[in-house]
């Protein structure tokens, strides 16, 4: 989420204008993020009586042919009951349009907020929401391959060079060569697949008290071994402030959360060592790409790679073998 495309109030007017929502009322944007151009947008409602939206415009990462996978995904999960946002379908029937060039959609706005520091609870009830969106998407036909696996980490981390990484943190050029290959010659094939979110961060998660209102942002979701989908979510929920101290209670929680709904078989549990590595990977090496190359006229706010450096770090560590192990 963020705003790279920029446009007048007569051209989101007349964007708006395409979808029974009624008139424009207001659109403001959205800086946190770092992949599309987001807004919050007030509408008068079908009915007169107000209604509220969120408004995206796919950017670079996001390949317009992909939309239907994405798209069709939220109808698919909104009605198997996941608590995510459905897709407002334009008076012609289509999930987006197009404006200044780019794919436009119109996403139902769900109440909640996102949570900077969850608690175990709230990490508990993300774990099942998470398990329940993998057990629904069973029933999804279409497939996407994953676009930011190994391949796409070295890539990234490659275009950044040595003297980039080591811009960012003198460091990071040898974590990096210590880690990468070893965790990318190691990667496992052989594991349950299935439709992944891929970026199940604390702020794509709206919370109402430790309730799930809504799981959002789902444009990294793709087809891939499942147990790589708790391993991003382990890390990105299961540690806490600046330094990035890990909190074992959010850890245990989130895990029993997903593990009472869809239990994790033995070689999945075994392999989460290494998929939380690869996961640290993969947030490392896009943050760092976009630490380096986010246009300085962008409304969005970089996010630190070093934060992830620290994680692989912590997920690399013998003393962290059994952190994933069944109670």
Known sequence: MAVYTQLGAEELATLIGQFEVGALVSAKGI??????????????????????????IFEGRTEVAELPFFLGL?????????????TIHDRDGASFRMVA????????????????????????????????????????APARANTMGPA??????GDCGPAGLAEIDPALPTLVAEHLPRVSAAWPADLPTGVIHADLFP???????????????????????IAYDVAVTHAAWCFEGPGGRFDPAVSAALLAGYQAVRPLDAA????????AQGAALRFLATRAYDWLNTPPDALVTR??????????????????ANLFAAP
């Open 152 to 157: 796409a980490w070295r890539q990234l981390l």
């Open 268 to 275: 999945e549990l075994a392999a989460l060592p290494l998929l």
């Open 31 to 56: 800086a946190e993020g770092v992949s599309n151009s987001n807004w919050l947008v007030d509408t008068r409602g079908g009915d007169g009586a107000g209604a509220r939206f969120i408004l995206t």
């Open 101 to 140: 060039g780019k794919a436009a959609a119109l996403i139902e706005f769900l109440p909640g907020v996102s949570v900077s520091r969850p608690t175990p609870a709230q990490a508990r009830a993300v774990g099942a929401a998470l398990a329940r969106v993998h057990l629904a998407a069973q029933g999804f």
């Open 203 to 225: 702020d794509n998660v709206l919370m109402l008290g430790d309730q799930v209102a809504g799981m959002i942002d789902f444009y990294f979701a793709c087809n891939d071994t």
């Open 74 to 86: 939220l109808d698919h999960l909104a009605a198997g009951g996941c608590a995510v946002p459905r």
């Open 303 to 320: 996010k630190d790679p070093m934060a992830f450096a620290r994680r692989l770090a912590f997920y690399a560590d013998p003393a962290q």
